[in-house]
């Protein structure tokens, strides 16, 4: 299994009112995640773009993150592929490699016109199994 690492900044509006790096805003370092490894795994195709979504998603917090300068580290991976979806893995590291949460998520290929599901593009369904199978 690959590994692929991100770093993430803080930002001050990911606070809530204790302090704390608020809860949802682990949603969004996974999507940054997320979108990068997208992109690395799509960089050589023809046509990068095709429709997915987001059908399910599990966080569990390990730690409380606050402000800092340093970046936190993202790491995600590809757990599973399937004909039509694929499962991620990630961990959110703080800057000093302690885990803060680990999530699963699930995506599949989507057709905006039909609203339905529909297989993973064969270049990038290729390129999700060499990702789980790599090292």
């Known amino acids: 299994m690959r590994i692929f690492r991100v770093n993430v900044e803080r930002h001050f509006s990911d606070l809530d009112m204790l302090q704390h790096i608020n809860n949802v ?29 987001l059908v399910r998603q599990e966080i569990n917090y390990r730690k409380t993150l606050v402000l800092r300068p340093e970046p936190l580290i993202v790491e995600v991976w590809v757990t599973s592929v399937g004909r039509t979806s694929y499962a991620l893995g990630f961990r959110i590291l703080d800057d000093d490699g302690t885990l803060a949460a680990d999530a699963t998520s699930v995506m599949v290929c989507f057709d905006p016109a039909t609203q339905g599901s529909v297989p993973i593009p064969a270049d990038y369904r290729l390129a999700l199994v060499e990702a789980m199978e790599g090292d």
């Open 25 to 53: 805003v682990y949603n969004d370092y996974l999507q940054e995640a997320r979108i990068r490894l997208m992109a690395e795994l799509r960089s050589d195709f023809e046509d990068p773009y095709f429709p997915q979504v």
